[in-house]
Nanobody, 125 residues
């Protein structure tokens, strides 16, 4: 059984930084990602990382957020810099164990089988 446990959320002013962590217990996934859901909006992909280290980012966070993984600790990270009020959301980490071609990891939440409980990020202006 796979369990994902997020931490690191909080409140910060615009322009500030936060780092989210997601400890994965169980098997190692092929793809892991961060998603977020703001009130009244659909859950959207933020960033994802393949087991070979290839990363993908949503256009809205490119250049500000960095996804990384510590394989020894089986922990996923999301470093968020230059935060904006529109980044306010509940952030979820997710894991997908299926294999896709090459280094591809899907962006759709429907592909991810396992989810953490979520952690709140609030950015004030």
């Amino acid at each position: 059984q796979v369990q994902l446990v997020e931490s690191g959320g909080g409140s910060v002013q615009a322009g500030g930084s936060l780092r989210l962590s997601c400890a994965a217990f169980g098997y190692t996934a092929n793809c892991m990602g961060w998603f977020r859901q703001a009130p009244g909006k659909e859950r959207e992909g933020v960033a994802r990382i393949h087991s070979d280290g290839t990363t993908y980012y949503a256009d809205s966070v490119k250049g500000r957020f960095t996804i990384s993984k510590d394989n020894a600790k089986n922990t996923l990270y999301l470093q968020m810099n230059s935060l904006k009020p529109e980044d306010t959301a509940v952030y979820y980490c997710a894991a997908d164990f299926r294999l896709y071609g090459g280094s591809w990891c899907p962006n759709s939440r429907n592909n991810y089988n396992y989810w953490g409980q979520g952690t709140q990020v609030t950015v004030s202006s």
